[in-house]
């Protein structure tokens, strides 16, 4: 759901229909996030007033936890990505939590073809739409739609 090394950050459950983004968190390890918890950083600021700013407000960072067996549709995907797990440039992913082992990155997403790659692997700024949050309840909606469409 959330990696071990996410559960010192502030998180909440992610939301079907919401747009999340792979960051890399300050513990060292990447999450999903919303867009909206990400601060954008202004380049054109001094060294002293980043840090003045950084110590006044606390960080907004939060975690978005994605429950085993959720789908994702992921755009956008690096032609690193693409070529080394074999899959296009927008994908439909299944959020996988690959172990129950403490102190071990365990979250991963599973593409069509069976490919598995850790969440640890994606690039920062990946995007990432969730489609829904348990596998029961996007197969109850793909059977509905495909009931609609091909009657």
Same mark, same amino acid.
């Given at each position: 759901?959330?990696?071990? #090394? /996410?559960?010192? @950050?502030? =998180? $909440?459950?992610?939301? +079907?229909?919401? %747009?999340?983004v %792979?960051?890399?968190?300050?513990?060292? #390890?990447?999450?999903?996030?919303?867009? *909206?918890?990400? %601060?954008?950083?202004?380049?054109?600021? *001094?060294? /002293? #007033?980043?840090?003045?700013?950084?110590?006044?407000?606390?960080?907004k960072?939060?975690?978005?936890?994605?429950?085993?067996?959720? +789908?994702?549709?992921m755009?956008? @995907?690096?032609?690193?990505?693409q070529?080394? !797990?074999?899959? #296009?440039?927008?994908?439909?992913? @299944?959020?996988?939590?690959m172990?129950? &082992?403490?102190?071990?990155?365990?979250? !991963?997403?599973?593409?069509s073809?069976g490919?598995?790659?850790?969440?640890?692997?994606?690039?920062?700024? &990946?995007?990432?739409?969730?489609?829904?949050?348990?596998?029961? !309840?996007?197969?109850?909606? $793909?059977? !509905? /739609? =495909?009931?609609?469409l091909? %009657?």
């Amino acid at each position: 759901m959330c990696d071990y #090394s /996410l559960h010192g @950050i502030e =998180n $909440r459950l992610a939301e +079907e229909g919401e %747009v999340l983004v %792979v960051h890399r968190f300050h513990t060292g #390890s990447k999450g999903l996030t919303s867009p *909206s918890y990400l %601060v954008k950083e202004s380049k054109s600021k *001094s060294l /002293l #007033s980043r840090l003045a700013e950084t110590l006044a407000s606390p960080s907004k960072e939060c975690a978005v936890c994605i429950p085993d067996g959720a +789908e994702l549709a992921m755009s956008g @995907i690096p032609s690193t990505l693409q070529f080394s !797990a074999g899959v #296009s440039s927008t994908e439909v992913v @299944i959020f996988r939590q690959m172990t129950a &082992q403490e102190a071990t990155h365990r979250d !991963a997403v599973e593409f069509s073809n069976g490919a598995i790659v850790p969440l640890q692997e994606l690039e920062e700024g &990946q995007r990432a739409i969730v489609v829904g949050l348990s596998a029961e !309840a996007t197969s109850k909606r $793909r059977e !509905a /739609l =495909n009931s609609y469409l091909f %009657v």
